[in-house]
């Protein structure tokens, strides 16, 4: 059995790796992850035609839904609405019914699948109906992107709608969330279905993080003064937020200045460091949360579901798992934060020096189950 061992993040600003020496960062060092930083947001969000596109394949399973189901009303949901899609991520499209129908959620997946085989604009039609939540998976063929219908999952719209209103809350949030991605997707640390971290554990760690800042980057998931949220119930959770983003503005206004690059160092030495095993992410506050208070003590990960609260996203997760990903984190730090020594051979800071897979998980494989 591979054994995965962190040096932690003390370790790494005391001492030196092999081929590193820990030094302070100089221009020519903070420029080189500044531009590694716009590269990876340019290459990965989202265009305005990418968002079109997104809305014609929507209409296109509308008009294919409409046919079995004239009254059902199918909406964007995920990556593709919350502010940190990538270009060529999947489509989460949430269908609705209303009435007594809707209770017959394999039947009504069923005979999506069924419509969406009749339609030349989509291929590869498959259902999932063992899942706890039953989908539809097909691929549009003219933009040769993957959709996953789902039954009245509005309560993941809801989500979709409160990491978008943190993501224009600030410039800085989108960068640090597209880095922190990309570390995932590079290092196979990002796919819940292989009992890792989901993205939106990932959302939820960077928003934390930024409302922890000293000086705060964001603030709670309430306006400030607010003793008691209003109620908006949906599936029995209470979803509501501030999403007026002039209310905001006039209840919060951000004093820090620290630059991304900044921020995007102290948010890997932070998690280096973080007390995984007491203190839980929470975004619904800045007081800290503790893992007795939510009787998750036997968890290796705790982090609060915004409005499921009772949900620990990435509770399943295993230690061996746990301790991969808390490696990558360790490693990426001395990656960001110790420049290559000079030697024969030029080294190239860019994008593929920062993310260095071998670098990063000390070339050991992901501990999947």
């Known amino acids: 059995m591979q054994k995965y061992r962190c040096e932690g993040a003390e370790a790494v600003r ?45 209409r296109s399973i509308h008009n294919v839904v409409i046919k079995a189901y004239p009254t059902a009303r199918v909406q964007l949901s995920g990556s593709s609405i919350n502010g940190f899609g990538f270009h060529q991520s999947d489509l989460d499209i949430c269908m609705t019914l209303s009435g007594s129908q809707s209770h017959f959620k394999t039947t009504i ?3 999506i699948s069924r419509q969406l085989n009749y339609s030349p604009a989509f291929a590869d039609v498959t259902t999932v109906t063992s ?20 039954l009245n999952t509005v309560l993941g719209v809801h989500k979709s709608h409160l990491l978008r209103a943190y993501s224009e809350l600030d410039p800085r949030v989108k960068p640090l969330v597209f880095m922190i991605k990309t570390l995932a997707k590079l290092c196979d640390i990002g796919d819940a279905s292989k009992k890792s971290l989901s993205s939106y554990a990932y959302y939820m760690m960077v928003i934390y993080f930024l409302q922890q800042r000293e000086p ?16 908006v119930l949906v599936d029995g959770f209470n979803v509501y937020f501030a999403e007026d983003s002039h209310l905001i503005a006039k209840s919060w206004m951000a004093n820090n200045r620290e630059s991304v ?11 280096s460091r973080f007390q995984f095993q007491s203190k839980v992410i929470s975004i619904r506050r800045k007081a800290p949360l503790s893992s007795y208070e939510k009787r998750w003590t036997l968890k290796t990960i705790s982090i609060e ?27 990426a730090y001395r990656r960001f934060t110790v420049p290559p020594q000079l030697g024969r051979a030029p080294v190239n800071m860019d994008q593929s020096y920062f993310f260095d897979k071998k670098s990063l998980t000390d070339r050991l494989p992901v501990p999947y189950p």
Request: net charge neutral.
């Open 14 to 58: 005391q001492g030196t790796s092999r081929n590193y020496e820990r030094t302070e960062l100089s221009r020519a060092f903070r420029r080189a992850i500044d531009s590694t930083i716009s590269s990876v947001v340019s290459r990965y969000q989202q265009s305005p035609q990418d968002i079109r596109d997104r809305q014609d394949i929507l």
């Open 261 to 271: 690059v900044d921020l995007w160092i102290a948010i890997l030495d932070f998690y």
């Open 131 to 150: 899942a706890k939540v039953p989908i539809v998976r097909c691929r549009h063929v003219g933009y040769n992107l993957v959709c996953d219908i789902s």
């Open 109 to 111: 997946i069923s005979n």
């Open 216 to 231: 705060a980057v964001l603030q709670e998931i309430y306006p400030r003064g607010m003793s008691k949220a209003p109620n």
């Open 305 to 331: 579901d915004p409005f499921d609260t009772d949900h620990c996203i990435g509770g399943g997760l295993s230690g061996t798992m746990f301790s991969y990903i808390h490696m990558v984190f360790v490693n």
